[in-house]
């Protein structure tokens, strides 16, 4: 009697290949809206089998946060201490490009673990930070190392946001190059040619729907679109939970118009960023200074846009994901006409290279809007660029 084909074939490292699928669908579709049975059908096994490796998703998820950190931090670990720079950052950069469809945990899911987890979690980037601010600090003689160290984070961490595909070895070089220009930076001093910008006004709501829009966006932004209930909207409001559906017909409309108002603010503001503006340089320079004024001008809506996108069905996600393309198509183009040597695609990687120098610096001076804040974050951006 022969033993059972799936007891003979059982990988040894299913654990292992159950977090890596795990980390993608976490990434891709969010932690509520990814189920143990997808996760389980990627690894070609049953949601029970599934369950003897992890006892609930919970588990799993959190499983997903530490793996991904414990692989930066060894590769640092590997590289010998007081390391030139670029060392350091190409380390970074290998782990990350090899495992980018799970690196999107980090960004916005993390904030579902519970408090001690998060903690453990953050313990071990201040590591990771630590070790990439001294190589920093050691490269560069220039203001704010630990600004620069987390701008610099951020560009490599650019790459598990997008799907834009370039070979492993070139992703690796452009990200480094990227972060390395991010270093070099000093936030201190002003880019030449920046000028203020002037973004659409707040509009005070007029209507029972803009107010319910407006209570719902710093819900959202805070307890993330799935903990939030429609009883939660409507009592910020002063409604019942049933009144609602007058004006919505259900809470993924409200998430649709929030992430179409994102992106029609910062459509205007790009037009006005742009106007007058010939220079394809100027231009990048405005467009960088215009994005980081609308990230600290409109946070909430910004953090709730970028991290629920992904949740919302096809249907109105796709004018969105058109908005989107269309904005970066503008950063793409005027970057090549400067830096003629990259492809569409390198363009396009550097482009989210500088979204994710934004979000980690803006989140590293906590989003404190002044001149000297929005100014760091711009010239950080265009490092960013290789400009």
Known sequence: MTAEPTAATRPRNRRQLIVEAAGRAFSERGYHRASMEEIAAGVGITAAALYRHFPNKYALFAECADVMIDRLVTALDEVPAGAPLPEVLTAVARVTVAHRAAGGVYRWEARYLDREDRLRLGAKFGRLI???????????????????????????GSVTMHHTSLAQRRAEDLLTASALGVAATDPTTAVPGARSVALPARQAPRT???????????????????AVTNGQIAEAVGLTPSAL????????????AACLQAAGLLSQAVEVGL?????PRQALVAL??????????????????????AGLPAELR?????AQREHIA???????????????RQARVLVHAGFGVAVEAGRRVRWRDTHDHRAAVTALVVGALGL
């Open 288 to 309: 960088a200074a215009t994005y980081v004024a609308y990230s600290f001008e409109y946070t909430e809506l910004t953090s709730v846009a970028e991290a629920e996108l």
């Open 245 to 256: 559906y007058r004006h919505y017909p259900g809470k993924v409309d409200i998430l649709a």
């Open 275 to 279: 106007d007058g503006v010939a220079d």
């Open 130 to 156: 630590r070790r990439v601010d001294e190589a920093v600090q050691g490269a560069y003689a220039l203001p704010d190392n630990r600004l620069r160290a987390v701008a610099a984070l951020g560009a490599i």
């Open 208 to 226: 029972r729907r803009a107010e319910i829009l407006a209570a719902a966006i710093p819900l959202f932004a805070r307890d993330g679109f799935a």
């Open 318 to 322: 796709r004018p969105l994901v058109l």
């Open 330 to 344: 503008v950063w793409e183009q005027q970057l090549r006409l400067v830096r003629p040597e990259l492809d569409p």
